[in-house]
């Protein structure tokens, strides 16, 4: 059976544009051990013999951890590897097509960019999106925010079915201005990945949500 999503909170990003190769394994370790609840490897303009030896070092780790292991960008990888999900950028082709890849046991997410790709992409049977980016973002040279006034909307649409991450410049010190605006799920990179103590930043940032969650099951 796919792996179960509906628990998880804080998405984690092992991307080669702010990490070294060598860097891969104790990253990985960090997040895992900071709360990550999912850990996607994220290596554009790396080569697929590349990416493969990546993701061969990477995949033990949250296997010995339980947390899943996502692939961006590369069925074929993900089926090769084994890993648990594949991600798919909006203009990466359909699910039908990646889905003869990769087979039914993979989830596989879809980047949105607006509320009308999430609700498509919800349609289309995606088994989570993600949101945004929220705010200017390295990672997304050229694309503007898309602000924080449709998140309250896409949750009640399409993030009450699938889990729905919102993404793009979150960073901990705006994270509570998001989860106001209703995010329930976020994508955070750059500010774990930079810190000195990425182990440290993540467990913040898992804590912050947990308590959220924890607040609003009392309600």
Do not use: W
């Amino acid at each position: 059976m796919p792996i179960d999503l509906s628990t998880a909170r804080l998405y984690g990003i092992l991307d080669l544009g702010y990490l070294r190769p060598d860097q891969l394994e104790s990253t990985a370790r960090a997040l895992i051990a900071g709360g990550v609840d999912l850990l996607q490897l994220r290596a554009k303009g790396h080569g697929p013999r590349e990416i493969l030896d990546y993701g061969r070092r990477v995949l033990p780790l949250c296997r010995e951890s339980g947390v899943p292991f996502i692939v961006n960008d590369h069925p074929g990888i993900a089926a090769e590897l084994g890993a648990d999900g594949l991600h798919l950028g909006q203009d990466d082709g359909l699910l039908s097509e990646a889905r003869q890849i990769v087979g039914p046991e993979l989830v596989v997410g879809r980047s949105t960019h607006s509320l009308e790709q999430a609700e498509a992409a919800l349609r289309e049977g995606f088994d989570y999106i993600g949101f945004g980016p929220l705010f200017p973002t390295p990672t997304k040279l050229g694309r503007p925010g898309i602000g924080l006034g449709d998140i309250a909307a896409m949750e009640q649409r399409v993030g009450s079915r699938i889990p729905a991450f919102c993404i793009g410049g979150i960073k901990r010190d705006n994270l509570a201005e998001v989860r106001a605006a209703g995010a329930r799920r976020v994508v955070i990179v750059s500010d774990l990945l930079t810190d000195p103590d990425p182990e440290a930043a993540a467990g913040e940032v898992a804590a912050s949500l947990s308590a959220e969650r924890g607040a609003r099951s009392a309600e």
